[in-house]
């Protein structure tokens, strides 16, 4: 089989494309066909190094995010079948409770960036019919975390304000389901096309960050004071001031990224209710899969390469010149 390796923490050039041994499933574990995956911002802070000690070492298969389908199965597997679609969760010991494991795909262990893998038949999730390989492989990572900002600490409500920061993967998952749940979403971006694109999917207010600098301002001044439930921030502690400002009495500041800087995890302020979020467990993948499935929701991904050019996929995802997610085929 082919597989993707990286040299964790030295650059995405230390990307290699090499032939492997397809592995045999053990005893509880099942051998999976991977058919699609794609990228989060976090395999590039593998790649580069930006948390130190994230990634295995001296390498690591990268990506986290896959579809497969289940094609031998170790002694006593009973939780899934051969030719089963299914979904590894992003964390595979992970399978109730609010403690996340610190095991992890595409990290401190093997990911998702190959042809053929094994992994604990528990942590593997059905993928419906309703969605396609591509669809599938955006649900560990990205769209949990959405779901697990939307669902885990404060329950949406339906006319709840949610603001999306950014058109990435974990962004616009956040608004197909805040749509869904009934809420109402204001999201920002230095692109008037992708804005166009975001509200094409339900976007109710859009705010150009580069041509209106004091975006939280606009903000305000098209809904009021403090207007918003849920910030999805996915862009750090450099936007703390302006997200906490917008927040209502009962809003929530979902800590999940650092796109522009440190994440905003460790912030503190009176009054804020900052929720850090994990990713999420078994549990609530299942239940946000069954919710995709309800609202005939249709992840996006934006753009697709083939394995041998996984290079070319990290470089595109690392420009920021895309909308939703971007994948690699492994057909």
Known sequence: MKQATIRSGKGIGTLEVREAPVPDPAPGDALVRIRAATLNF???????????????????????????????????????????????????????????DPRMLGGPIDGVARQYATFPAEA??????????????????A????????????????????????????????????????????????????????????????????????????????????????????????????????????????????????FSWTRQAEGVNLAPIGVGNRSQHEAMTAFIVEHRIRPVVDVVYDLERIEDAYRHLESGQFFGKVGVNLL
């Open 42 to 100: 976090r395999d590039v802070i593998v790649a580069r190094g930006l948390i130190p000690g994230l990634g295995k070492e001296p390498e690591v298969v990268p990506l986290s995010c896959c579809a497969a389908e289940v094609v031998a199965l170790g002694e006593g597997v009973e939780r899934v079948d051969v030719g089963e679609r299914v979904v590894p969760i992003f964390a595979p010991y992970w399978l109730t409770g609010s403690d996340p």
């Open 143 to 262: 769209a949990l975390t959405a779901w697990s900002a939307l669902t885990a600490f404060r329950p949406t409500l339906p006319g709840d304000w949610i603001l999306a920061q950014g058109t990435g993967g974990v962004s616009i998952a956040a608004l197909q389901l805040a749509k869904a749940m009934g809420a109402r979403v204001a999201i920002t971006s230095s692109s008037d096309a992708k804005l166009a694109r975001a509200a094409s999917l339900g976007a109710d207010l859009c705010v150009n960050y580069r041509e209106t600098p004091d975006w939280a301002g606009a903000i305000r001044g098209a809904l009021g004071e403090r207007p918003l439930a849920n910030v999805i921030d996915t862009v750090g502690q450099v936007q703390f001031d302006d997200n906490v400002s917008l927040l209502g009495k009962d809003g929530q500041l979902s800590a999940i990224g650092m796109l522009g800087s440190d």
């Open 124 to 141: 593997l999730c059905r993928l419906p019919d309703e969605l396609g390989d591509l669809e599938g492989a955006t649900l560990a990572c």
